[in-house]
T-cell receptor, first 115, second 116 residues
Framework: DTEVTQTPKHLVMGMTNKKSLKCEQHMGHRAMYWYKQKAKKPPELMFVYSYEKLSINESVPSRFSPECPNSSLLNLHLHALQPEDSALYLC??????????????FGPGTRLTVT | AQKITQTQPGMFVQEKEAVTLDCTYDTSDQSYGLFWYKQPSSGEMIFLIYQGSYDEQNATEGRYSLNFQKARKSANLVISASQLGDSAMYFCAMREGSRSASKIIFGSGTRLSIRP
């Protein structure tokens, strides 16, 4: 099974709402990632979790709060978002070994619209 | 700082022809990895092929091959016998260092359109 699942597929939220994005993988990967992708742009890394610990935070605003409750799950909690946060949010996972060859497997993404 | 450059914003190719998508990179690291991903309009990023900085042979995966020229810092993707389903956005990406759980940066992408 080489699948990363993300829910929901689409999300529309107001600027005062609190919502969460969910990502799940069952490949035994111990690294998980959140990316943000604006239209016609490449994905931009937001966070990296390695062995359920946050290892990289790319200076993301605090209105985005990641959580990795176990090795299979990755959440992104959203609150007080701005319209410019509307984007495709991609989750990915990979192995964590001293071998940079391991590719990241991506989920289908959540299309977020902030109104 | 590492950098990935894709100079072709868009390309049109006739079905069954071969196509080369350009990618150049810049890094001061000796150990790095290069990836190509395909992103159809559905949004999912699909891994295509990987080339390590120490790999002496060019990587191949089915119809995909990577033309790796280390001295020129280029890692072009070659798709042989293109198909209509190859129409998508293609991203070149690089990871520095030797750990898998580290940052990947992506180029700006090339939108490939296959004509029937």
């Amino acid at each position: 099974d080489t699948e990363v699942t993300q829910t929901p597929k689409h999300l529309v939220m107001g600027m005062t709402n609190k919502k969460s994005l969910k990502c799940e993988q069952h490949m035994g990967h111990r690294a998980m990632y959140w990316y943000k992708q604006k239209a016609k742009k490449p994905p931009e890394l937001m966070f990296v979790y390695s062995y359920e610990k946050l290892s990289i935070n790319e200076s993301v605003p605090s209105r985005f709060s990641p959580e990795c409750p176990n090795s299979s799950l990755l959440n992104l909690h959203l609150h007080a978002l701005q319209p410019e946060d509307s984007a495709l949010y991609l989750c990915a996972s990979s192995q964590v070994l001293r071998a940079a060859s391991y590719e990241q497997y991506f989920g289908p993404g959540t299309r977020l619209t902030v109104t | 700082a590492q950098k990935i450059t894709q100079t072709q914003p868009g390309m049109f190719v006739q079905e069954k022809e071969a196509v080369t998508l350009d990618c150049t990179y810049d890094t001061s690291d000796q150990s790095y990895g290069l990836f190509w991903y395909k992103q159809p309009s559905s949004g999912e990023m699909i891994f295509l092929i990987y080339q390590g900085s120490y790999d002496e042979q060019n990587a191949t995966e089915g119809r995909y091959s990577l033309n790796f020229q280390k001295a020129r810092k280029s890692a072009n993707l070659v798709i042989s016998a293109s198909q209509l389903g190859d129409s998508a956005m293609y991203f070149c990406a690089m990871r520095e260092g030797s750990r898998s759980a580290s940052k990947i940066i992506f180029g700006s992408g090339t939108r490939l359109s296959i004509r029937p």
